[in-house]
């Protein structure tokens, strides 16, 4: 896989890795996982629990996720950039409401924070690459050539 060539690219690898990585990490070692998250892991789980089955299937996902964003980034595929954007900031609002509603424990702000500060992390990268392209192209194009030299 090649390297990102943009702020952004980075931004999304960034996420994309540590997405694929923790969503490996609750499949092989779900109990470390839920305690990184802040959760209880009591020694046996009563019947109708499907803490496990649950956590299986968000890992999944999160391992998914990772697969996607790194393709993404190999693929420089910038609206998919700009997507990620607004769907992170729609999850930081949702982890957010959670935890004030106590859905969640207080720990998962810190999930909540990484949404929205990847999320500004990668409109930022967006903007400082389209300023960037666009201070490029305007030293590239030559302006008006004088009358005398068009004739030469």
């Known amino acids: ?29 779900p109990e470390t996982q839920l305690r990184l ?4 892991v009591p020694a046996e789980r009563a019947p109708g629990d499907y803490t496990g089955t649950f956590l299986t299937a968000s890992s999944m996902a999160s ?8 393709l993404a980034v190999a693929t420089e595929w910038r609206p ?3 997507f990620t954007v607004w769907f992170r900031l729609v999850t930081f609002t949702v982890f957010t409401i959670a935890v004030l509603s106590d859905v969640a424990p207080d720990r998962f702000l810190a ?39 068009a004739a030469r």
């Open 80 to 82: 998919f950039y700009r």
């Open 111 to 149: 999930v909540a924070a990484w949404e929205g500060l990847g999320a500004v992390a990668t409109a930022a990268g967006l903007w400082w690459d389209a300023r960037r392209a666009g201070a490029a192209t305007d030293d590239s194009v030559p302006g008006p050539v004088p009358a005398t030299d």
């Open 37 to 40: 998250l802040g959760f209880e």
């Open 63 to 70: 391992f998914n996720m990772g697969v996607y964003y790194l």
């Open 1 to 29: 896989m090649r390297l990102p060539r943009s702020v952004a690219g980075w931004t999304i690898a960034v996420f994309g890795l540590l997405a694929l990585l923790l969503g490996a990490l609750g499949l092989i070692w």
